[in-house]
């Protein structure tokens, strides 16, 4: 069998490209410090490392649903502390009016003290993190209440705001506004009880407008009702009604302080469950770097042997690819 040039040449060539194949993945190894650089490097471990890698990308989302929660409960949990601090501070007034040594005039000066309350109350009420409105529910691209001489409406829906936090685990992460003056049906149909800001009645409209206070009508209560009925108690001169006023105050704050709890206890939850990401991140970072990650000693020995084969291939390919004229004619 005879042996032609062309033969040796292809040979000699694709020697040669073998040899710089095998020392560009080493060196590529080297580069990245991974064993695994793609998926057909060692199918054995393939199912264990896409399982690593997407329990890792789930639970970054899961991290970031969390954080995006603690920044809802936090301003949620800052906007109950200034409405505490009001109303404290709406139960001295009350306190001070109450005095027989105050007269109608001075009551009145208080009355529109309480009046501004309530327009910091709205104010408190149209809260925001991240130009989202805590208290208006999924429809929180516009301020929730509003308020228009004696009346005061809520434009946000009663939906909660959830988040998911691990695999097929939902949490609210926001306090309701208010919840819908209507007649419930137990056990089915539940009362969640007064939102933080009370009860509000549906106009109707669709999507529909709830009415929070109207000035005449006590069928909704919360917190704007008491300051209300607060400021028109103090602007009638009406001793009694303002004693009853400290009393309401009272039972306002007692609700606000159970939904501050609550809020309270979420956030908890929550760095609990961040903490529980975080730690869950190192050992399957670990995980993915036992599986993928190159043993850089071995490396090195093994790229130093790969480098020597490729310039043996080199001097050797010189050697019998001498195709020149001179040699020809030698």
Known sequence: MRITNTYITNRVINSIQTNMKELARVQEQLS??????????????????????????YNEQYAKNID????YLEMTDASMGSLCDLLHQATEYAIQAANDTYNAEDRKAIAEQIDKMIDKVVDLANTTVGRRYIYA???????????????????GDLNPVIREVAAQTDYRVDAPGITEERTYNPPTDPDPGPGVFGRGKSDGNIPPTYIVYK???????GIFQVLFD???????N??????????????????????RAAVGARFRHFESLKT???????KLTAALDKIEGA??????????????????ALASGALIMQTSLLHFLR
């Open 32 to 57: 990245t410090s991974k064993r695994l650089l793609r998926l057909s490097d060692d199918p054995q471990v393939l199912g264990q490392l896409l399982s690593v890698r997407a329990t890792l990308s």
């Open 68 to 71: 995006d929660g603690i920044a």
């Open 137 to 155: 529910g999924m429809k929180n691209n516009h301020p929730p209440f509003k308020r228009d001489g004696d009346v005061i409406t809520y434009h």
């Open 215 to 221: 000035d005449g009508e006590h069928e909704y209560g």
């Open 295 to 312: 043993d850089m000693a071995k490396l090195s020995i093994e790229y130093s042997q790969q480098q020597l084969t490729y310039n043996a």
């Open 276 to 282: 529980h990401l975080l730690d869950q991140e190192v």
């Open 230 to 236: 607060l400021r028109d108690r103090l602007n009638s």
């Open 238 to 259: 009406d001793a009694a009604g303002i004693q009853q006023s400290i009393s309401e105050l009272q039972n306002e704050l007692d609700a606000l302080l159970k939904h």
